[in-house]
């Protein structure tokens, strides 16, 4: 029998079938019942501090018995500070099915090859950034040759002793 690697207090028990399932994408994946239809789906590996988070967010609960949200969020406050990182959260009514199985196999899958993809982007952006860098500094020296510069030099003398000045084009008789 496939259980949970983390056991708290819940009103229902994952579907043997889907955790098995979950299992094989990843054997950390644990599913749990949350409350009021929801569920979650997260990987068991403690973190300190996600637990830290998780036992503060569980000292500052305000108790409210009736109150389905409020032991939702405990439940999941308490799941967290055992370990359990949540991929992601559903609604369903009735069982959950091989739909979470399918929609964790998509976000694994995309996880594993984003990094990669995500590698070969910034490269791309990096390329593309220095070329446009490269392209706004020629013409930045362009213009500062065509204004900036003339202007630095109108009325200078030459100290070559013979007396040129240099005008909007350079120094005169070179």
Do not use: C
């Not at 949200?69 to 799941?79: D, I, M, N, P």
Request: charged share 30%; aromatic share 6%.
């Amino acid at each position: 029998m496939v259980e949970n690697h983390i056991k708290v207090k819940s009103d229902r028990d994952p579907p043997e079938g889907v955790l098995r399932q979950l299992r094989v994408i990843d054997p950390s994946l644990d599913l749990h019942y949350l409350g009021a239809g929801r569920w979650a789906v997260g990987a068991v590996r403690p973190n300190v501090v996600r637990r830290a988070i998780a036992i503060k967010m569980l000292h500052n609960m305000q108790y409210v018995p009736d109150d389905p949200r409020f032991k939702q969020r405990h439940r999941l406050a308490t799941l967290v500070a055992d370990g359990f990182g949540v991929i992601a959260a559903y609604k369903f009514v009735g069982e959950p099915t091989s739909q979470i199985v399918e929609d964790v196999r998509q976000r694994d899958y995309t996880y594993m090859h984003r990094a990669e993809q995500e590698l070969a982007r910034r490269m791309e952006e990096a390329d593309t950034r220095d070329k446009r860098d490269d392209s706004a500094m020629l013409a930045e020296v362009e213009y500062r040759e065509k204004n900036v510069t003339p202007q630095l030099f109108r009325g200078a003398k030459s100290v070559s002793g013979k007396g040129d000045d240099f005008g909007p084009n350079g120094p005169k008789g070179d």
